[in-house]
C-alpha cells in the first residue's frame, strides 16, 4: 500500500521566513506531486516531480529518489503564501492515481 | 481559456439517493480524474480517465462509478448514498496522463442527510 507522509502538520512564520514541508514516501510512488489548496478549497497544481529539482518564482521543490524525501521550500514568505499545501505521490508512470499526505497548514503573519 | 468547471457547486441529498456529478474539462485536455475531500480522510483518489477509458480506480465501494464521453466530458454516479459520502468532490483535467500539470475544478460539495 502506498504511503505518503508529510510535516509539520501546522507552520505558522513570520513573513519574509524560508519555508520548509517535508514529504516521505514509500516504495511504489514513482513521481511526487505538491499541490497548494486555499481557504474555501480551490486547489492549485505547483509542481510534479519524479527526480532533481524544479523552481517556480519564490517557490522551489526538490525530490531524493534514494531517501524516498521530497521538500517544498518557500523564500521570502508572503501573507498570501498562507495555504495547505499537500504533497501526493503518483504510483504508476504516467498515472494520476495520486496517494495524498495529510497536508500542511501554513500561515504567514505579517 | 475556461477553466475545469464542475456542477453542481452544492447539493443536499438524503440517503439512499443517487447523485450524478458533472466535470467539463479545460478545452482540448483529454484526462479527467476525480478525488473526493473529507475532514475525515483527507484527499482520495477516486478515478482516472482518458478517452473514455477508466485507467485506474481507487479504492472506493462498487457504489461510486463514472465515466467519460467523447467531447471528454466526465461524469460520476453514486447510488444508494451514505451519510459517510458527505464530503467535496474535486475533478481535475490534464492535456494526457501524466502531463506535468493538472487543473483543478472547484469543486462540488455534496451533503447527504
Known amino acids: 500500500k502506498n504511503e505518503v507522509e508529510q510535516s509539520p502538520q501546522n507552520l505558522t512564520a513570520q513573513e519574509g521566513e524560508f519555508i520548509t514541508i517535508n514529504c516521505s514516501y514509500s516504495?511504489?510512488?514513482?513521481?511526487l506531486h505538491w499541490l497548494q489548496q486555499h481557504p474555501g478549497g480551490g486547489i492549485v497544481s505547483l509542481f510534479m516531480?519524479?527526480?532533481g529539482k524544479k523552481k517556480h518564482g519564490r517557490l522551489i521543490a526538490t525530490i531524493n529518489i534514494q531517501e524516498k524525501h521530497s521538500s517544498l521550500h518557500i523564500t521570502a514568505s508572503h501573507p498570501r503564501d498562507s495555504a495547505v499545501y499537500i504533497c501526493?505521490?503518483?504510483?504508476?508512470?504516467?498515472?494520476?492515481?495520486?496517494?495524498f499526505g495529510k497536508g500542511t497548514k501554513l500561515s504567514v503573519i505579517p | 481559456k475556461a477553466g475545469v468547471t464542475q456542477t453542481p457547486r452544492y447539493l443536499i441529498k438524503t440517503r439512499g439517493q443517487q447523485v450524478t456529478l458533472s466535470c467539463s474539462p479545460i478545452?482540448?485536455?483529454?484526462?479527467v480524474s476525480w478525488y473526493q475531500q473529507t475532514p475525515g480522510q483527507g484527499l482520495q483518489f477516486l478515478f482516472e480517465?482518458?478517452?473514455?477509458?477508466?485507467?485506474n480506480k481507487g479504492n472506493f465501494p462498487g457504489r461510486f462509478s463514472g465515466r467519460q464521453f467523447s467531447n471528454s466530458r466526465s461524469e460520476m454516479n453514486v447510488s444508494t448514498l451514505e451519510l459517510g459520502d458527505s464530503a467535496l468532490y474535486l475533478c481535475?483535467?490534464?492535456?494526457?496522463?501524466?502531463?506535468?500539470?493538472?487543473?483543478f475544478g472547484p469543486g462540488t460539495r455534496l451533503l447527504v442527510l
Open positions: 478545452s482540448g485536455h483529454r484526462s
Open positions: 501526493a505521490g503518483a504510483s504508476g508512470a504516467g498515472s494520476y492515481q495520486l496517494t
Open positions: 516531480l519524479s527526480s
Open positions: 516504495v511504489g510512488i514513482s513521481a
Open positions: 481535475a483535467s490534464s492535456l494526457a496522463t501524466g502531463a506535468e500539470t493538472q487543473y
Open positions: 480517465y482518458f478517452s473514455e477509458t477508466q485507467r
